[in-house]
């Protein structure tokens, strides 16, 4: 089973994965797509409020945000990652669940980062919004660190999140249901 739809212009189908016994979501990966990654970041950017620094999780927003980083001429964007690094110098962490994640999960920042993104203007990017978890976990992240939220973006909002209004996204994405129709 598949979803057929447009995205930034370009066609794109996702493969349905099963959820549970009674739902499918659409997987949507923009690893390893260069057009798409180049594409969404453009329209993106049309869309994007004033910002200092641009912030995602670890993995997959890493393509996006780093292709809106490099059209928007910006030198530096954050990654939380999801195991502190030997590099870091101290880390900050919070604790978070999505749908595409089994169980509980960690974000950390390093220490350095922080410094940073204390009194600047953070644009939260990640690829798919679904239930938030991930999002609200990048919000108190930067909170934490001192960074004023100006805005979140999203190349899909999948379900419920296509309903709210402080994400700025491209395309809707349903959810399905385990015979592969479109959940309204």
């Not at 909170?143 to 939220?149: R, S």
């Not at 909002?157 to 309903?163: F, I, L, M, V």
Request: contains cysteine; glycine residues 8%.
């Amino acid at each position: 089973m598949e979803h057929r739809m447009r995205i930034a212009g370009l066609e794109r189908t996702l493969p349905l994965c099963k959820l549970n016994e009674r739902l499918n979501i659409a997987a949507f990966v923009i690893f390893g797509d260069t057009e798409l990654s180049v594409a969404t970041a453009t329209e993106l950017l049309k869309r994007a409020p004033a910002y200092d620094y641009l912030i995602t999780a670890e993995a997959k927003g890493i393509p996006l945000v780093h292709e809106m980083a490099r059209q928007h001429g910006d030198k530096k964007y954050f990654l939380a990652r999801k195991s502190p690094k030997l590099y870091m110098t101290g880390v900050f962490e919070i604790e978070s669940e999505s749908i595409t994640t089994a169980g509980k999960q960690k974000l950390y920042l390093d220490t350095a980062d922080v410094e940073l993104i204390r009194g600047k203007r953070i644009l939260i990017v990640d690829d798919v919004i679904s239930t938030g978890g991930s999002l609200r976990a990048l919000e108190r992240l930067t909170e934490k660190a001192g960074g004023v939220i100006v805005g979140r973006m999203a190349i899909l909002a999948e379900g419920d999140a296509q309903y709210r209004d402080d994400i700025i996204y491209l395309e809707r994405l349903p959810l399905f249901t385990a015979g592969g129709e479109p959940i309204a």
